[in-house]
Each structure stands twice: as C-alpha cells, then as structure tokens.
C-alpha cells in the first residue's frame, strides 16, 4: 500500500504561481514514477506531468515551459512548482503513484486561477 497527501493548492490571479507537494508514505521502494494528474468539472482527468525513479519527467504540451515536477527522495515528496498560472488551470489536481501492478491517488488539491 501507498498513501498520498498533497498540499499547496489554492486561489491565485492569472499569472501568478503555486507550488504543489504530495508526500508519500508505505511501500514506496516499489514505486516506478510519480506525477500529477488534473479533472476540471465536466472534462477527462489529464495527466499533467510525470517523474521516474531516475528522474525522467515528462509534460502535458500545455504546461511545458511553465510547470516543473521534481521529487526529494529524503523527504519523501514529489512537488509541482505551477507559475504564470491561467484560467484554464483551473481544475483539482491529484498526485499519483505508479507501481507495476497498481496505481495510488491522493485526494486531490483545488487549484483556482482567477483572471
């Protein structure tokens, strides 16, 4: 078993920024990679980014240049550093972990960017 916390979200004006953290605790010596996910009402959740054992990332096309995903394995956690937010932004984020027989979610953070 995974557990998944995250933390950081919130309300900010367009253009601005957040920064996201998910801490992972239990049987985390199996995980293959890390990311973020996001669902906006009414849209398919979207992965947003993604960060290997090895630290390979990966970004959503409309994120690249702006989100950065990176991982301190001494603590634990995996962050998302958001900046020039916008509107479109919007959505509840969630943190995923991925092992090779199963995924783990956190229970998801709300992101508002106002314009």
């Known amino acids: 078993q995974v557990q998944l916390v995250e933390s950081g979200g919130g309300l900010v004006q367009a253009g601005g920024s957040l920064r996201l953290t998910c801490l992972a605790s239990?049987?985390?010596?199996?995980?293959?990679?890390m990311g973020w996910y996001r669902q906006a009402p009414g849209k398919q959740r979207e992965l947003v980014a993604t960060?290997?054992?090895?630290?390979?990332?990966n970004y959503l096309d409309s994120v690249k240049g702006r989100f950065t995903i990176s991982r301190d394995n001494a603590k634990n956690t995996v962050n998302l550093q958001m900046n020039s937010l916008k509107p479109e932004d919007t959505a509840v984020y969630l943190c995923n972990a991925h092992r090779p027989f199963d995924d783990y979610w956190g229970q998801g953070t709300q992101v508002t960017v106002s314009s």
């Open positions: 239990g049987n985390i010596a199996s995980i293959n990679y």
């Open positions: 960060i290997t054992s090895g630290g390979s990332t």
